[in-house]
């Protein structure tokens, strides 16, 4: 409730923390005593009423206590709060109070000294000497407002701030009664009793609104010139101490406003046209506050969900992040991407693990400089990581007693019935390399082989170890994915992969990635801790093999960017139609994966892994390596290391390595030659279909027997075929008819040999 219910009289222009409209430079003296006539009995009421205010004074219970100025800092609480590196250095800002905008606090002596003169000349041009309120001023402007000669306020610097620090003495849009502004004056007097003035005009820069949203000297400095307080010139001060009696009045105001301020500052001073230039330019449009650095908004996105409390104002707060390496990986994946300018490609993305700890060392989530969607989170968008689930196929594989490092593999044609229709896979060369050792398959990244592995394997099998592996959006079942599984059908994030590989480093333990920071970890054995999702024999024989450059020359020549410093294990991936590339390896210490492509799906032009992420993959696993090349891990129990030949020698005789009860010292197979003669045709399940433009005597459908064979018959249809349509070398070349039809190879004594089915429409 107020002490005195008779209302302020209205119509001051005082702004909404009580600051005077008209500068205390331009309060004019108490105009002298008249005798006789309404002026004098003005002026006597006025004395009255100021004598019983003096009295007052002395007699009106203390008013509530005010806090002390460590408490006002200390509670004080700026917009943005702040995500750390682990090492404390700056990595991203964020906003997390939107209704107003303020920077940290800025001590006085950090501030412009333009700027307290400017503030002082233009509110309080006596709060050095007065104690809170300027008596001279409240004389000055009761007569003014009795007499009807202006309307005019006289809060101090103090009595503002008190109004600032107390809600209930915050003008309202009617107006302060005059027991508002009686408290206001009280808790001003108590202010300077218990506060400095250097304290007092501290506070309230730190905390009166300037324009908009714009809080605080600090907010002000920034969002209009793009400066800290500490550099304002005169003309910058000036304008500020301007807004203070009209925050949101419009830039020719406010720059007339400066030009007082500024001509009351003294010389040397800006010229008025300047003022009202810097007015126009500051004031013509909304505030804008440029923060940097700003160098992981996407890993930010993600690691604020995962806080278990919101970040609050003027919060630190630590990440797993390491800013150096942020800024590498950055630079990295920019400066490639700008080499590959005109090969239809804007996107990337590079995430780096910490292998024992799980830390998420470096998470850049887009390009910045050339994507067209850079909002778009390349680490956890889900994409087709190609032949980089390869690696996860093989292990399966020799886990299971399927298959060794040596187990020789059959690269050749190769059609699959699928409920879609036929599934041939192929090279990225488009070539086959005939009968390799899952060492060079595995290496040289051969597709064909894969999927054999697959066939051999089972497509269900294969997806649950995926999903073990944290793979955790391929949701369908393995029918969905099918044979394409092998060479990566199903959809995958960059950063669930790369924590699949990280199990390959960690010796086949499954780990969870750490956003925040954890105890350094000085280098030594990897923690045991983790969930088990591959021996720790296989993860050793796959790190060997994607380590090897000899098994990958075939494809990828023995020098590549898949070359590094020290050690490491890489294997690259490229997705259906160039849409994707990827490239991720490991040493003992550290895990990196590269996405490139597009973030709206489109094809690259002539970019393939070993040209679109292995370049990035290198440079940043380079940056890791640079002090300490890595080590080779030692040889683990349960894998030997044997002497093996080949008959036929398919590959030179080499030193391989074995689970322990699989090793071969010879590694003998049967060659196409050896095998029983099959059909080589469409493919089993083929639909072909009759050219009604080319005459009917000119269609045919080539069969071949492998090998080339004399002597053998076929039937169409269970019927034996027409003699002519049989080749010299034995193969059947076939006038085809509508249909569904079923061909059979026959041997001498009549035994079906091989069979194979098409349709023709």
């Not at 008779?6 to 004019?28: H, L, N, T």
């Not at 969002?223 to 301007?242: D, I, T, V």
């Not at 799980?358 to 994507?371: D, F, M, P, Q």
Request: charged letters at 20%; glycine letters at 10%.
């Amino acid at each position: 409730m107020s002490r005195f219910p008779p209302p302020f009289p209205k119509g001051g222009r005082g702004d909404s923390y009580g600051v005077s409209r008209i500068p205390a430079a331009e309060i004019p003296p108490t105009p002298p005593l008249r005798k006789g006539g309404t002026g004098r009995l003005l002026h006597h009421y006025f004395y009255r009423l100021l004598l019983v205010t003096l009295l007052l004074a002395g007699t009106l219970p203390a008013l509530a206590a005010l806090p002390r100025f460590e408490a006002v800092r200390g509670a004080y609480t700026p917009s943005e709060a702040w995500l750390l590196d682990r090492n404390g250095l700056p990595l991203q800002t964020l906003r997390v109070n939107n209704k107003v905008r303020r920077l940290p606090w800025v001590r006085l002596s950090d501030l412009s000294p333009a700027m307290t003169r400017a503030l002082l000349v233009s509110e309080d041009k006596r709060f050095m000497e007065h104690a809170g309120v300027d008596w001279r001023a409240v004389v000055s402007a009761m007569w003014d407002n009795l007499s009807g000669a202006s309307h005019r306020g006289a809060s101090t610097l103090t009595m503002q701030l008190a109004g600032l620090l107390d809600p209930e003495l915050y003008r309202p849009a009617g107006g302060r009664s005059l027991g508002q502004k009686w408290d206001q004056m009280q808790e001003a007097r108590n202010l300077e009793k218990r506060w400095t003035k250097q304290q007092i005009l501290e506070a309230y820069l730190n905390l009166v609104n300037f324009r908009g949203e714009l809080a605080g000297i600090h907010a002000a400095a920034e969002g209009l010139f793009r400066k800290h307080p500490s550099g304002l010139n005169k003309a910058e001060a000036s304008l500020l101490a301007a807004l203070l009696r009209g925050p949101n009045a419009e830039p020719a105001i406010v720059g007339k406003r400066a030009c007082g301020v500024a001509t009351q500052m003294g010389k040397p001073q800006p010229t008025c046209a300047d003022v009202q230039r810097l007015a126009r330019t500051a004031l013509s449009g909304p505030p804008r506050i440029e923060i940097e650095p700003q160098l992981a908004p996407h890993f930010a996105r993600q690691f604020i969900t995962r806080l278990p409390q919101p970040l609050r104002g003027g919060q630190n707060q630590r990440t797993s992040l390491d800013a150096r390496l942020q800024r590498i990986a950055t630079e990295a994946l920019q400066h490639h991407l700008a080499e590959l300018k005109g090969r239809e490609v804007e996107d990337g993305a590079v995430v780096v693990l910490d292998n024992r700890s799980g830390e998420i060392l470096a998470y850049v989530g887009a390009s910045g400089l050339t994507s067209l969607s850079p909002e778009v989170d390349g680490v956890i968008a889900a994409r087709l990581p190609g032949s980089a689930l390869k690696p996860f196929l093989y292990g399966l594989a020799m886990e299971q007693g399927l298959l060794t490092a040596a187990s020789p593999l059959e690269d050749s044609p190769l059609a699959l019935d699928t409920p879609t229709g036929q599934y041939v896979p192929q090279n990225y060369e488009r070539d086959f390399k005939g009968w390799v050792s899952v060492r060079t398959a595995l290496g040289a990244s051969l597709n064909v082989p894969a999927v054999r592995t697959l066939m051999l394997m089972g497509e269900e099998r294969f997806l649950q170890r995926l999903r073990d592996l944290g793979l955790a959006t391929l949701k369908e079942d393995a029918d969905f994915y099918g044979y394409a599984l092998a060479l990566g059908g199903g959809e995958v994030t960059l950063l669930d992969l790369a924590n699949a590989y990280r199990a390959l480093a960690n010796d086949g333990l499954l780990k969870p990635v750490a956003w925040l920071p954890k105890e350094v970890t000085k280098p030594g054995p990897v923690a045991s801790k983790g969930k088990r999702v591959m021996t720790k024999p296989a993860a050793w024989i796959v790190g060997d093999i994607l380590a090897d450059k000899g098994a990958r020359a075939l494809t990828f020549g023995l020098a590549s960017p898949l070359e590094t410093r020290g050690w490491a294990a890489v294997k690259t991936g490229t997705s259906k139609d160039m849409r994707d590339n990827w490239c991720l390896g490991y040493t003992p210490r550290y895990t990196v994966g590269v996405w490139v492509g597009n973030a709206s799906g489109s094809p690259m032009h002539n970019v393939s892994g070993i040209t679109g992420a292995a370049p990035v993959w290198q440079a940043v696993m380079n940056a890791l390596q640079a002090e300490q090349p890595a080590m080779p891990p030692e040889m683990p129990e349960g894998v030997v290391r044997r002497a093996i030949r080949y008959e036929p020698p398919i590959e030179p005789e080499r030193q391989e390595v074995f689970l322990t009860g699989t090793a071969q010292d010879v590694i003998t197979l049967a060659l196409a030659e050896e095998r029983p003669p099959h059909i080589e045709g469409p493919g089993n399940g083929a639909v072909l279909a009759l050219d009604p433009d080319i005459p009917a005597e000119r269609q045919k459908v080539l069969f071949r027997t492998v090998p080339a064979s004399t002597g053998l018959a076929w039937r169409i249809d269970d019927q034996p075929s027409d003699p002519a349509w049989t080749l010299p070398d034995g193969s059947l070349s076939w006038p085809p008819s509508k249909g569904a039809h079923r061909v059979t190879l026959h041997g001498p004594e009549g035994a079906a040999l091989d069979a194979t089915f098409l349709t023709v429409k």
